[in-house]
Structure formats: C-alpha cells, structure tokens
C-alpha cells in the first residue's frame, strides 16, 4: 500500500512537472513583403503622406518596427521569421535590389526567412548579395544548389535555433516551379516540397529537435498538402499565395491557424499589410497542446518608428523625381486586384494588353497576352503618377513581338487557364482577341472552348495553321509562367522593346482621364 502511496505520489509531482515543462512560443511573421518600406493604400499601392495622416494607410516598415517590439514585450518567448518574397514590388527594389530589405531586416531582428520566388527574380547575384548582408539564416530545402557555385554553402535547407532554452527548428521551402515564375538560371533544380521537408524534418527529430516550424513560400494549398502528407511538423508559416487568414473577418480564405493533419498552418495577407502572432504551447515531448492568435493590422493605431521614417525618406529622395511626377489621370479607379485578375478579365489587365498591343500594332501585330501575374496592384482615381504605374508593373519588363501558329496561341491559352482553381499567375489578360473557356474540363485537357481574333471591325474565329504576329513581356516571351510554347530562336522574336511601365504610363496619358472597363474578351462557359 505504502509503495502504491509512493508510486501515486511520485506521478502526480511528474504530471505537475510536466504541466510546468510547457512551453510557450509566439511566432511572429511576416510574407510577400515585396519592398512596401512605405505604406500602402487600401489598393496596395503607395500612400501619401497626406492619406497617411488622416489614418487611411496601411503598413510600412516604420509600423513593423512597432508592433513587433510591442509584440516582443508582451511574449515569454519570441521569433520573427519571414514567409519569402521580401524582394521587388516597389521603385526601392528597383534601384537598390535587396540592401533595403537587408538593411530593413536586420533592423527588426529577423530569425530566419525561406526563399520566394522572387528572390530569383534577377538571378543567383543578387540573391547571394542580400544572403552576404543579412544576420539570420535563408533557408530552402527543396532545391539542389549544387551546381550553383554563388549559393552553395550560403543557404542552408533547415537550421536550429535556440530561444528560451528550447530548440527550435525551421525548415524553408520555395515554390516548385520557380524556374518558370523567376531568373534562378540553369544551375539550380526545384523539388517537390513533401520528402524535402520530411527529409529535413527526420535529420532535425534526430538531433534530439522536437518543436519543428516550416517557412513555406508555396502557397497556402501546398502547406495543407505539406501538412497532411508529413509527419513531425509543428507549425508551417506560409507565403506566395497571399492568403488572409483570420478569425474574426469575413474576408480570410480560412481560420488563423488552419489546422490539418495536427498542423498549424498560419500566413498574414502579402505588403505589411498584416503581422502575424501566433501563440503556441508545446508540452514537454514538443507537441502543440494549444494555438492561437490572429494577424494584426497595420493600421494608424500602431505608432510608426521615428527613426525607421527617417531612414525610409533619406532612401526615398533618388526615387522621388521619378515616382512623384503625375503621368496622367484615372476617371475611376483601376482593378488590379490579383484575386480577380488571376481568374478573369480585370481592368488592369484589359489597360496593359491595350497599352502593350496599341504600342505595337503598325509593326502588324494583332494580339496581346499578358500575364496576370506581373500586374501587382490597382490604381485610385485621380491623378497618376509613375510611381502608381511602377507598382503595378515593378519588373523593368520590356515588350517582345514574336511570330507563332494559332494553334501555339490556344495551346498559350490553355496554360493560362491550366492553373485558375490555384489562383496562379500564369492567367492571361489578352488584347485584339476573346476568348471562352470551360472550367468543368480538366486543366490541359482542352478547357479553351473558342478563340476569336479581331479582323477589321469584327472577329474571327482564329486559325490553327496561320502565322500570327504577338505581343507579350520578355519575361513570358522566354517560358515565364509556363509559357514554354512562346520560347526559343524560331519564332523571328525581338525582345528588347520599350520598358512595359512605360509603354503603360504612355498610353495612360494618350487616353487620359482613363476609364477603366471590362467588355467581356474573356469569358467563362
């Protein structure tokens, strides 16, 4: 009886243990940055200081500074870690590349960031330039490097950090098809993300880790996929598909955290718009017995940093002459949302494929594609200025004309089409031509119902086996965004036309005020 007594006894002084062994972390996180050291507006794109002082601003890095030193302060234990995608977005990645967002990320004592998409998007270089300056780890598990001589030994596929007395590990994925959203070069092969992360999650577990966090720039699809088809993941901050989570709006794609297969999966919108705290406790065997938390806006009630402001105007005053002066003038404002402009005809993409094909057309060009996933804000009503447009189009892309089949243009189409239900960017805003497509057929599988060409005041039907004249972006033109049927040395291409910004603002100021419109080039049947 005594030594039942004993045994009870020394179970219950366990059980108290253990309850005292637990252990809690706030993860605090960032994604889709996109260089918005500045606030933004409610369209993503920049706000001036007039709007920011009657609080209609979002963001900026002088709020950041803020709320994660009040988030710190109120946390027992504490990282802050980025979801990919910090590089381009605005006229500060454009002339200084990746020093803002270094500078910018030491300053708020980033632990660790995986790799976007767009870190690559002016190759290996640059990229290794921003690892050189940068005080925490950059992490991608899903991509062999090896070959890569500028990025071999400089990013590491997981790492482990200690915070609290507890060790932590983080694994960083990118996504899988980076070679055709970005420049990553020949040298560098992309992998699928699940045996990456299991593979880095098993060395980790066997190093004694057992509080694991995956920083995934895939998408919130993905990491639920990652989630349900991996074992030893606690937590995964995601990135890419810029995907609001919350709890208490009506607007998030699902709850904060979206928990599958045990894991938690959390992502905080894209811009600083929003910085996630998620409160995780672990018990003492590293498993996740509570989360919880919501991403928090960046709004005028957070205080921006005085000295972050400061150092954020002295950066500006090379971009201001460029960015302030007023191109033209917009009758209403211009939908460039990505929600709608990656699944249908948008305003932004009927003003660039305009813009793009007006340009173009007495060299005998009859068509426009382009993709969705280079129009990266709306536009407010007013006036413009090249700022607004650079925002829009921040990737210095120039126009290529190329010569292709009518069946190569509906085989384009249907990759464009080929990726709706994920929200890709792949989805064609297109000119001089309509098209209809069918989404209860399978991707690639002949979801381009019907094509029609503009001849003379009316349309029609296009022609598989006639030769027609294209206008697109260099960026599609070589294989972007799965456009592999635009590239190669036949198709008689010139690739080094005028800057697409340009050609956009140009054309803004020939038809100004503008009137945003939609007239049904693309339908659904």
Not at 235 to 249: A, F, K, R
Not at 352 to 374: E, F, P, T, W, Y
Request: aromatic share 8%.
């Amino acid at each position: 009886m005594l030594t039942r007594l004993l045994t009870s006894a020394a179970a219950l002084s366990l059980t108290a243990g253990m309850a005292f062994a637990e252990y809690k972390l706030t993860i605090l996180h960032t994604n889709d940055f996109h260089s918005r050291f500045e606030p933004i507006n409610k369209y993503d794109s920049g706000c001036g200081d007039e709007d920011n002082a009657e609080g209609k601003c979002f963001g900026g890095s002088a709020r950041l500074v803020t709320a994660v030193e009040e988030a710190r302060g109120r946390a027992e234990n504490s990282i802050l870690v980025d979801g990919g995608d910090q590089f381009q977005g605005s006229l500060f990645y454009t002339y200084y590349k990746g020093k803002v967002a270094a500078e910018f990320m030491n300053k708020l004592g980033y632990n660790a960031m995986t790799v976007g998409n767009h870190e690559f998007d002016d190759g290996p270089e640059v990229l290794r330039g921003f690892i050189d300056s940068v005080d925490f780890p950059v992490l991608m598990s899903n991509a062999d490097i090896a070959d890569e001589e500028l990025l071999t030994n400089k990013i590491k596929k997981s790492t482990v950090i200690e915070v609290g007395g507890e060790k932590i590990g983080l694994i960083g994925l990118t996504p899988i098809d980076t070679d055709e959203l970005a420049s990553p070069g020949p040298n560098i092969s992309f992998l699928d993300p699940v045996p990456a992360v299991q593979a880095e999650v098993d060395k980790l577990t066997g190093e004694g880790v057992n509080k694991i966090i995956v920083l995934s720039h895939s998408g919130y699809g993905v990491d639920q996929r990652v989630a349900q088809e991996t074992t030893g993941v606690d937590v995964i901050v995601g990135g890419h598909s810029n995907t609001y989570l919350s709890n208490t709006s009506d607007k998030a794609a699902g709850p904060y955290p979206t928990v599958v297969n045990g894991v938690q999966i959390v992502q905080a919108y894209a811009y600083g718009k929003f910085l996630g705290e998620l409160n995780v406790t672990f018990d003492d065997d590293g498993n996740v017995v509570e989360a919880a938390g919501e991403p928090l806006i960046m709004d005028n009630t957070v205080t921006e940093d005085q000295a972050a402001l400061d150092r954020i105007a002295e950066l500006a005053v090379p971009l201001d002459e460029i960015r302030n002066k007023v191109v033209a003038n917009s009758a209403d404002a211009i939908e460039g949302d990505r929600a709608i402009c990656r699944v249908q005809e948008c305003q932004m993409g009927n003003l660039v494929a305009d813009a793009m094909l007006a340009r173009v057309a007495d060299q005998g060009v009859k068509i426009a594609i382009a993709n969705s996933g280079g129009l990266r804000a709306s536009i407010d009503p007013g006036d413009v200025t090249m700022g607004e447009v650079l925002t829009v189009l921040p990737f210095q892309n120039t126009l290529s004309t190329f010569e292709i089949s009518g069946q190569g243009v509906i085989d384009a189409l249907e990759n464009g089409v080929s990726q709706v239900e994920e929200v890709k960017g792949r989805f064609p805003q297109v000119a001089g031509m309509t098209f209809t497509w069918d989404p209860s057929v399978a991707p690639n599988e002949g979801r381009i119902a019907e094509v029609m060409v503009a001849d003379g005041d009316g349309f029609a039907p296009i022609d598989p086996a006639a030769t027609y004249l294209v206008v697109t972006n260099n960026y599609v033109r070589n294989g972007g965004d799965g456009y592999k049927m635009f590239e190669g040395d036949d198709k008689n291409a010139y690739d080094f036309g005028p800057d697409l910004a340009d050609v956009t603002a140009e054309y803004l100021a020939e038809n100004a005020p503008y009137t945003p419109y939609l007239d049904g080039r693309i339908k659904q049947k």
